[in-house]
């Protein structure tokens, strides 16, 4: 299918790995012109080299922090005026809530609610007036289902999600189109780190926590990032322009609800 957004303009943060990178893959086979961002320099350059070698797409590396003031000051500075913008930082670490306090909750918050909200903030408008904008925000499958050990992203991530349901709102009449992508389990360094925490608390070995993780899920197995990265493009392209305020849902059937 032609996404019908070759040419167009993105910003895809925290793309050096994990979903990110495959966002930015799938939307560099689109024909999009990249600005990827990430605090690696290292990986970030390596990502980029890989996008450009399989897609021919131009790709612009940004090392910074999109949690910061200053990092999201660059991010806006190197492509002011983008067509596209991908939400998306890594998740604060896994644990027990008593273990948290204010400022672990804050920098929780920081990262994955307010560091999305400032950047969208300083580019919808111009989105609007150009008269197209998409705006994906990487958030999680425990907006949807809470998972215990991952409160601080509970959390944060279901602020961020009443926030953009009522922006994205406001902005469908402007050409911008501003949804969700819940990620369940996919083969990321995300998942091992919170594989890893699951074996310390159940006193298993890594494999086996994985293999009870791919036991709850229908599908039978763990995700692709691929996969991921195919359905962030297509949220960005021409047709999911009636597509407004949604959050979808990947995680291979695990969530057991009917809505």
């Not at 994990?18 to 990430?38: C, F, K, N, Q, Y």
């Not at 990986?43 to 797409?57: F, K, S």
């Not at 925000?137 to 999600?161: E, W």
């Not at 996919?186 to 091992?192: P, V």
Request: proline letters at 5%.
């Amino acid at each position: 299918m032609d996404l019908g957004i070759a040419g167009r303009k993105a910003i895809v943060c925290a793309a050096s790995k994990g979903l990110g990178r495959a966002t930015a893959l799938s939307l560099g086979r689109a024909g999009v012109d990249l600005v990827i961002v990430a605090r690696g320099r290292e990986a970030l350059e390596a990502t980029a080299e890989d996008i450009r070698r399989e897609t021919g797409a131009r790709v612009v590396t940004l090392p910074a922090d999109v949690t910061t003031k200053e990092g999201r000051a660059a991010i806006v500075a190197a492509r002011p005026d983008p067509d596209i913008l991908i939400n998306n930082a890594g998740g604060p670490p896994p644990g027990d809530f008593h273990d948290w306090d204010e400022e672990t909750w804050h920098a929780a918050v920081e990262a994955n609610m307010v560091a999305p909200i400032m950047l969208t903030r300083a580019l919808v408008d111009g989105m609007a007036a150009r008269g197209f904008g998409r705006i994906v925000n990487i958030t999680s499958g425990a907006v949807k289902a809470p998972i215990p050990v991952l409160g601080l992203s509970n959390g944060a991530r279901s602020g961020l999600t009443g926030f953009m349901a009522g922006l994205a709102r406001q902005m469908a009449g402007k050409g911008v189109v501003i949804n969700n992508l819940l990620p369940g389990q996919f083969d990321t360094d995300r998942l091992a780190a919170t594989m890893r925490a699951e074996a310390a608390r159940a006193g298993i070995s890594e494999d086996e926590a994985r293999a009870r993780a791919r036991a709850t899920i229908p599908a039978g197995r763990i995700g692709d990032p691929a996969e991921f990265g195919e359905v962030a493009a297509f949220l960005c392209s021409v047709h999911a322009g009636f597509l407004v305020g949604q959050n979808i849902l990947l995680d291979g059937g695990k969530y057991p609800g009917t809505f």
